[in-house]
């Protein structure tokens, strides 16, 4: 397990500009439903987002992480709760993959207003946490992070689903971070098998994109 910076500045792992569209989608949509974030590091955006509401009005909050980010994560993410006057006890979470979390979720028909997701950045990985938008209310919102050229693996699989999916439309991007919206309820599988396997079958190639740019000493992280 690495060390991470956040694990001690206690900070989100998005910028000002992204933290600012944030509280710009949420302020633009009165979202009272469930509010989950899928990867949660130390907490930060998390207390970010919690904060946005005032205490009374603030909707439950859901998080879904493996916890196995850095030493301690769970009590880190506690004392950063309690640092900014919110109650851990509050917060439901749910420290498992999220792909069982999801399952978990969608056997217990859960549903959500607003969906972060900042967790795995590998393609199959976030093909398979697009699945969650299917527990997104109609009129509800979904943001993903690190959606940029240079994070193939996260922008490749949001295009597709996209350009498959029209009755979601594009809210706007702040900086890496992207929001869409649920204009329609689902009419059959949004992300399908086909979907899954495509990402699988990319998988390797990105992979070793990756590889290469780390060898030539470039950014590009387009696992
Ligand atoms: C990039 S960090 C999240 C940053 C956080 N959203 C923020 O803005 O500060 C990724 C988080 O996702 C979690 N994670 C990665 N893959 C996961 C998976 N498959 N299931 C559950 N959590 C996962 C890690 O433990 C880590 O806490």
Request: proline share 4%.
């Amino acid at each position: 397990m690495g060390q991470r910076r956040c694990a001690t500045t206690l900070e989100p792992e998005m910028t000002d500009l992204e933290l600012a569209g944030l509280r710009d989608w949420l302020g633009r949509f009165d979202l009272k439903g469930k509010h989950l974030e899928v990867g949660t590091a130390a907490g930060g955006t998390l207390c970010f987002l919690m904060n946005c509401y005032e205490e009374g009005r603030r909707p439950p909050f859901v998080v879904v992480d493996r916890m196995t980010y850095f030493e301690d994560q769970m009590g880190v993410v506690e004392r950063n709760l309690i640092g900014h006057d919110l109650d851990a006890r509050s917060v439901d979470f749910n420290t498992m993959s999220s792909s069982e979390a999801f399952e978990h979720a969608h056997r217990t028909a859960d549903r959500f207003d607003f969906i972060l997701i900042d967790a795995a950045h590998k393609i199959r990985h976030v093909m398979a946490d697009l699945r969650w938008l299917r527990l997104l209310n109609v009129g509800g919102i979904a943001c993903f992070h690190d959606y940029a050229p240079r994070f193939k693996g996260v922008q490749w699989p949001i295009d597709r689903f996209l350009n498959r999916n029209p009755h979601f439309s594009r809210v706007g991007q702040a900086g890496t971070l992207l929001c869409i919206r649920r204009d329609a309820p689902p009419s059959g599988r949004e992300v399908t098998m086909a979907d899954r396997i495509w990402s699988i079958l990319w998988s390797p190639v990105l992979q070793l994109r990756q590889s290469i740019c780390k060898r030539l000493n470039r950014g590009d992280l387009g696992s």
